[in-house]
């Protein structure tokens, strides 16, 4: 009898789950933009929109952690998901700016794995499930380039040898941790190194001997565009957009994998989103182990959790095999740093002070 | 006799006055006219008061009060006052002059454990972590564990980080206990507060927004003046020549006017960027080789240029409505009294476009100050200004106190400026159009 009640309550409310879903609704999803949000769009979106039949409205930012706090502060949240970096999602997370996420809902890995011990070891947080693994990498127009090719941070700094511009992030964050690389920290060191007053002039000083041939970018889109302009000679970028320009564009660039600084994107739901169920559902239909397979197949970041890797196969032109041009791939990891999230929540705000002083200092 | 002659003294006397107490000018309905007209012109005021409510009301809500909000928070920040209610009290009754007792860590760990629960100690962290910095993983770590802590307290918590052992951690949380604060201020003008709570010059290497100020207002100015000479030949041309002639021109002036600010300035990036179309020329014609390349954009020039033609029109526009005014018989008049053509112009024709220079160099020289997109997108590292600051600490590091702090800066030096303006010149004689 008791079973019978539980089967009943069981069907009743699945019953209303289905109900409710099926009335089409909307999201908002907030990404980076170019490449990325294309293969977001394909991988997640698009399946997600046949298979429920709600729409996802794609918009796009420089970096989407940004207008999160002005959103929830003035009341007035329009963004439903948003695609963030690992040290904002802790932020905003522990200033109560996101909606906590229900980690059991997260749905298992095909073979049963449960989804907490399925995803990368720190891919999930209180308010943030992550999608996939990128890296800040540097590359280079191999044919503007005579002789040898560059393969260490060292050749990015080294304008004697490579002469031409230099394309970098208008930010402290990786910026600093390539320039201690390149100066002969040991990446397993370089967040030790960075916390002291001397590391941090440690890492500009290396900075300012290419100061005047730096050419800042903002959006991710950026860099691609600069090595095509032939505006740069190198320039450091995330790996997907590079690798899309060299593969889907057939651009003679390349990856330098040395010292690459790897972090998660994660997806959050901001305080007071206007479709929260909706949004919820999103993340744990766009995480699932597929999904996240899928989207590799369209930009070559890593996906988040461990069963999707076995999935990853050949890019979206169907001959370029995936596997190697992953920042996980183990050949690209041997000099990589994880960026280590909690010193740049702690620190980002007076690194950021600094390297803004030191920007504007002649 | 003399009694009716005083009575008639006294009625004529008397009378026009009670006439006019008694039987006051009425209007119509017999309202007197007074209160009537008063009506009347209450009613007006009303209606005309009804029809700009609808502004004001939108000026208020959209202007008025959020410049107002975000201007307190320059001097107000409550984010450790209203969480750490323990601290407060206890730093009331107690002036912090080394690492407190048992009673300020009992405080403290009090309310790491409220702040915890109430998922309020990220706040708390970040606005200590504005003044101590690396401080936030300090507070988030020790609220994490607060549930094992037992008393005493002192060494539990200076056992979890040895950092809580520090005199100033304590000197900047007993200022955070009071919300309201000058820090702002003095971080907007880089200085900050030192262990003994006195004011002191940041370290050098860290000062930037003095600089930025100067640099802002320096630069706002020379693009004014750059305008200026650019903008006067082209507002007298079209002022005098023929009127199908100058609407062509108009066209010209204002097409640009019209066109997207962020098309505008991509346009010069592609324009003068170094393998850009100016560069090209360069190149291709052999004036310069191709290593020497003019880098034009992504510094203070390209700076300057996108945003002096960007403005261009702010400039041209009232000059033009000014010369349009001036009549040409008084160069005339004066030319055949003797004078050679620059005295013409600098005593006669000059003069009587002032009013449109003065509110053309105000108009760009105040929307330079506050500009950011252009120099966010071309000014590289040595064309930023002000501006550009602001936005990362309302988008970027989030510390909105420190922004509005800039802000308040900013707003303050423009009214001086236009107060001083106004001294020099007077308000009253600038024509805007």
Redesign the interface.
Known sequence: MKLKTLFTTTAVSAAVMVASSAMAGEITVMSWGGAYTKSQTEAYYKPWEAETGHKVNSVDSD?PA??I??QVEAGNVSIDVADIEYSDAI?L????LLEEIDTSSLPAAPDGTAATADFIEGAITDCAVANIVWSTVFAYDSSKISGDAPTTLADFYDTAKYPG?RGMRK?AKANMEMALIADGVAPADVYSVL?TEEGV?RALDKMATI?DD???W?AGAQPPQLLA???VAMTTAYNGRIFNAAIGEDKPFEIVWDGQILDFDLYAVPKGAPNKELAMEFITYATATERLAAQASWIAYGPARKSSADLVGLFNDGKTEMAPHMPTAPANMKTALVNNY?FW??????L???F??????? | MSETAAQVADTLAVKPIDQAVDQPITAADGTPLKVALARATRKAKWRAFVLVLPLLLFVLITFAIPIVEMLTRSFYNDAFSANMPNLVAYFEDNEIESVPDEAGFAALAADLKQARENKTIGVVATRVNYEVPGSRSQFTSAARKTKKLEPPFKEAIIALDEDWNDVRLWNVMQRASNPISASFYLAATDRRYDENGDKVWVDKKRRIYIKLFVNTLLLSLGIALICLVLAFPVAHLLATLPLRYSNLLMIFVLLPFWTSLLVRTTAWIALLQSQGVFNDMLVGTGIIGDESRMQLMYNMQGTVIAMTHILLPFMILPLYSVMKTIPPTYVRAARSLGATSWTAFWKVYFPQTVPGIGAGVLLVFILAVGYYITPALVGGSTGQLISNLIAFHMLKSLNWSMAAALGAILLFIILVLYWLYDKLIGIDNMKLG
């Open positions: 970096n940004t207008p706090k002005a932020r997370c522990d200033e109560g511009k930010a916390e002039q100061k730096i050419i800042w903002e302009d032939g505006e909690e929540a702690d620190r980002d705000s007076e950021s002070e600094q803004n002083a030191w920007l504007l200092a002649n």
